[in-house]
């Protein structure tokens, strides 16, 4: 019987995580295919962990200490859920709003995928935000011409799409892969370990594909960035810059490098620019 592990990290939005929860809970299933969901709650102080451990007493609940963001969450529910020996590992943000169809699509398209190619590959669904329909999160192509630039890969309606890596909203990954890369690199702790993840197994033989059509709903991340307000002084910027939710200079670096050798560094440091040189105060950023 295939078993699929759903991975979450969560903190302090108890109304998506749970409308997340409901939709896993009633999402198509393929067939004899059952579900684990492993759910890291990073000290939430909004009653997250309290809600879910009344509305879903099967889900396998850990806290965290405040400070994991999303790639300490998923790392830690991938190290549990990778112990129980499941077929699949599914990444799931929980601002996700899946699509009944979601995990059949994924897991048909594996199937369809590794009948054509003969040996396990990733799939990514993509997302569309719900106002526009157009798509906010899924598979990544790297532009020829820049090493660090990933633009997005439009799904198909009817056929999977290869691409070179993923956002990490819905991705499902197989056993096969899992035990052969392991988990996320612990250098990244908000940003950038989906995309080393999902380049890490190009780089030994295993693809990523987009599903076709799209797995579910989700709006853009729209924040610009603290550390790019011209509001802030240079030094409030460089510091702003350093935190989990900016752009950390030695997690970027190691990104730039093992993706991209001394070109990807020199283009990584031309990230800063925008906090040297702000163009505008950004709206909406603290």
């Not at 965290?64 to 300490?72: E, I, K, P, R």
Request: charged share 20%.
């Amino acid at each position: 019987m295939p078993s699929i592990a759903v991975l979450l990290s969560c903190y302090n939005r108890k109304h998506a995580t749970l409308r997340c929860l409901r939709d896993l809970a009633s999402a198509a299933l393929p067939d004899a295919t059952i579900i684990d969901v492993y759910l890291v709650d990073d000290a939430s102080s909004d009653g997250t962990g309290d809600a879910v451990r009344k509305e879903f007493p099967y889900v396998h609940l850990m806290k965290g200490n405040g400070h994991l963001y999303w790639g300490g969450g998923m790392r830690l529910a991938f190290s549990e859920a990778m112990k129980a020996g499941h077929d699949f590992f599914l990444w799931l943000n929980d601002d996700v709003e899946l699509f009944s169809n979601a995990i059949v699509n994924l897991t048909e398209t594996y199937q369809c995928v590794l009948m054509r190619e003969g040996r396990p590959v990733i799939v990514v669904g993509a997302t569309c935000d719900p106002d526009t329909g157009l798509m906010t999160y899924g598979g990544r192509q790297r532009r020829s011409w820049h090493p660090l630039r990933f633009e997005k890969v439009e799904p198909n309606e009817r056929e999977p799409v290869v691409c070179e890596t993923m956002n990490g909203n819905a991705v499902l990954i197989p056993a096969a892969v899992a035990e052969k890369i392991g988990n996320m690199d612990c250098r990244f702790t908000q940003h950038m370990g989906d995309f080393d993840y999902g380049l890490r197994a190009r780089k030994v033989g295993f693809k990523t594909w987009t599903c076709p059509g799209f797995v579910g709903w989700c709006r853009p991340n729209t924040r610009s960035g603290a550390w790019k307000n011209s509001a802030h002084s240079l030094a409030q910027r460089v510091r702003l810059v350093n935190t989990p939710l900016g752009l950390p200079f030695r997690e970027w670096i190691v990104f730039a490098y093992r993706h991209g050798g001394v070109l990807g560094v020199i283009a990584g440091l031309a990230g800063y620019r925008e906090m040297i040189f702000p163009k505008r105060q950004a709206r909406g950023a603290n």
